[in-house]
């Protein structure tokens, strides 16, 4: 295993220290690093917090700043947080308009945030993100797994609560926003969890894992490397045959990189997947590609679809400003 450690024992703090050091403008750090929240709160604003297991950055942390997240709470490298965590960053954010708990379904993100819920004492309301057309079940999850969609979820919601939009409406529209967004995966080398020291699955150099997940659980099948066409055709057949989108519909398009995928290939994919849905009559109005909703070192892609509306639209462009999204400030 190389990797730029000192410690596998305190990959998470060190690396949690390095991003409240160099974004210091935008976010601090909770006690014992428990949780990463906002600098500057707005008063009346709903809390969003979200959170996971920590080696998907730059989500959730990254996205924590103007336009986005109020707090996020780090677990351990692909281990849930803990319900303490949340009750705290809840506490340290919430300006008096509630809290939105933002969880990807991911059967230990799901307790833990629904223990955090109960034991608050405050006004809590959650939004659950299952985008992954890949598989129903997996090695984490009962029902579809959460992943690269729930960043489109953070983005819109948090666009609309800086807007002083109320909680029960933000949670509304988090589950909209979920319920038109659609995502799968690729994986052509796998991940190493600092911990363990070894790939977490296996691959032969001609094969890739289709419908991967973004903890390396196995996805639809393993099938022969193949040309990015081929894995864009693949993965957007499964996507819009279960989205639906009507003809004329425009979307979203998240082309994400896993972390040891170089943009160049992010772009490329971008152009193939881009054809593909004209060839379909849908149209890609909104692109964001890079990598961020990663799995480590893992090489590979994911696809997102969301479908968009004349809201929808004004919420993806308003401005944001966080460690890894910025733009219109």
Known sequence: MKKLINSADTVLEESLDGLAAAHADILLLGADRKFVRRRNLKPGKVALISGGGSGHEPLHAGFVGHGMLDAACPGQVFTSPTPDQMIEA???????????????????????????????????????????????????????????????????????AEKGMPLAALKTLG??????????????????????????????????????????????????????????????????????????????????????????????????AKRILDGAGVTATRFLIGSYVTSLDMAGTSITVSVLDGQSKELWDAPVHTAALRWRM
């Open 90 to 160: 809840a506490e340290a954010v919430d300006t008096g308009a509630g809290v939105l708990f933002i969880v990807k379904n991911y059967e230990g993100d799901v307790m833990n945030f629904t223990m955090a819920a109960e034991m608050a004492g405050r006004e809590v309301a959650s939004v659950v993100t299952n985008d992954d057309v890949a598989v129903e079940k997996s090695t984490y999850t009962t029902g579809r797994r959460g992943v690269a969609g729930t960043l489109i979820v953070e983005k819109m919601v948090g666009a609309a």
């Open 175 to 272: 589950d909209d926003v979920n319920r038109r967004t659609r995502s799968m995966g690729v994986a052509l080398l796998p991940c190493t969890v600092p911990a363990v020291g070894r790939p977490n699955f296996t691959l032969a150099d001609n094969e890739m894992e289709m419908g991967v997940g973004i903890h390396g659980e196995p996805g639809r099948r393993r099938v022969p490397l193949a040309s990015a066409d081929a894995i864009a055709a693949d993965i957007l057949g499964a996507i819009l045959d279960d989205l639906e989108p009507s003809k004329g519909s425009e979307v979203l398009l998240l082309i994400n990189g896993f972390g040891a995928t170089p943009l160049i290939e992010l772009y490329l994919m971008a152009n193939s």
